[in-house]
């Protein structure tokens, strides 16, 4: 005999504004915290494995990584009890579980580059243009 579930509570009809979900500020102030932690937590790990894996949530007592694999998600699984360890320390004993999801992980976006200096060369000629041009405004851009 199988025993009947309690009705779930069904969210809201329609769009609510995202003010009357939750703050900017508080949603910024998680996500720092979140890659805070997560930074702790990968510091305990092995380079290779540090580069794919990363923190994804910490809520309910459920400490969840994203892994780039399955092979990397077992490996990672190897070393569940030293980051829940630290996630303790860090937030008390309500981290009790430890999941780890294969996910591709967010792309880290580029360094910027710094522009090359003008050669001496290129920096000559245009000082020639600009003096060649009657336009003021666009000589003084040159």
């Not at 995202?18 to 702790?40: H, N, P, Q, V």
């Not at 050669?119 to 020639?128: F, G, Q, T």
Request: charged share 25%.
């Amino acid at each position: 005999m199988q025993r009947s579930r309690p009705p779930r509570p069904q969210p809201p009809a329609g769009w609510r504004p995202i003010a009357e979900c939750i703050s900017l500020d508080t949603l910024a102030i998680r996500a720092r915290a979140l890659d805070l932690l997560d930074g702790k937590l990968r510091h305990h790990l092995p380079d290779a494995l540090a580069r794919e894996c990363r923190l994804a949530d910490l809520r309910n007592g459920r400490l969840v990584f994203l892994a780039t694999s399955p092979t990397w998600a077992t490996r990672l699984r190897l070393h569940q009890a030293t980051l829940l360890e630290t996630a303790r320390a860090a937030f008390g004993n309500a981290v009790e579980h430890f999941v780890v999801k294969v996910a591709a992980l967010p792309p880290v976006p580029p360094e910027p580059t710094r522009p090359k200096p003008l050669s001496a060369a290129a920096a000559n000629h245009l000082r020639s243009a600009a003096k060649s041009m009657s336009d003021p405004e666009l000589q003084a851009l040159y």
